[in-house]
């Protein structure tokens, strides 16, 4: 039996409130996870770098969703990697699993960030893309939730992890910090 609204906005207060950031191995709260990751971005903007989002499935349209806000509300040069053409090339070309990697190969920079987000943090082309954003010598950020031990919860520069195994919950979550640090740059820019 499916909850109810009011338990289930209860039930992703919690679950929100029990996720932690982890930067070099170690725990930090939401809070001192967002703020770096909005300075991150903060100084990708004064430096007129670029911001990539890739994810899977119901994290590609967090992505795009992402790259909307950051674009309009925070004036940052974003964008998301799943363009069909492009996509299904690499896919063809170099398999599945290497799609992403292929991709930021050839145009993510040094100084550019990237936002690799993934429930599980198990999907190889995320991890594959995320290895090769940080050879590339990219600022790598992490968004992934279920099995803390997940592959991609350390991969990162800055890496958020939301404590559930609810499909729904996590991508809700990853939604809502993204939409947060989109919402950093309005409030800044309005000071």
């Keep these: 039996m499916s909850l109810h609204l009011k338990e289930r906005l209860e039930l992703f207060v919690k679950v929100l409130s029990e996720s932690s950031v982890f930067i070099g191995g170690t725990s930090y709260s939401m809070e001192y996870g967002l703020n770096k990751a909005f300075n991150t971005l903060l100084g990708l903007r004064e430096l007129n770098r670029d911001l990539y989002i890739i994810g899977n499935g119901g994290s590609t349209a967090v992505a795009s ?14 964008h998301t990697l799943h ?3 492009v996509l299904t090339c690499m896919s063809n070309d ?17 100084q550019d960030v990237l936002i690799a987000i ?15 954003a940080r050879n590339q010598g990219a600022f790598v950020i992490t968004l992934t939730g ?5 592959n991609l919860k350390n991969m990162g520069d800055i890496n958020f992890w939301v404590d559930s195994y ?11 910090i993204l939409h947060n640090l989109a919402d950093r740059f309005k409030d800044k820019d309005n000071q």
Excluded: P, W
Excluded at 94 to 110: D, E, F, L, Q, V
């Design 65 to 78: 969703h992402a790259v909307v806000d950051f674009l309009n509300v925070g004036n940052l040069s974003a």
């Design 83 to 85: 363009e069909a053409a």
């Design 94 to 110: 170099y398999g599945y699993k290497h799609a992403y990697s292929n991709i930021i190969r050839r145009i993510i920079k040094k």
């Design 118 to 132: 993934s429930s599980s943090g198990q999907s190889e082309n995320i991890l594959n893309g995320v290895t090769e």
């Design 146 to 150: 279920f099995n803390c031990l997940n």
């Design 166 to 176: 609810d499909y729904g919950m996590v991508e809700i979550a990853h939604q809502f």
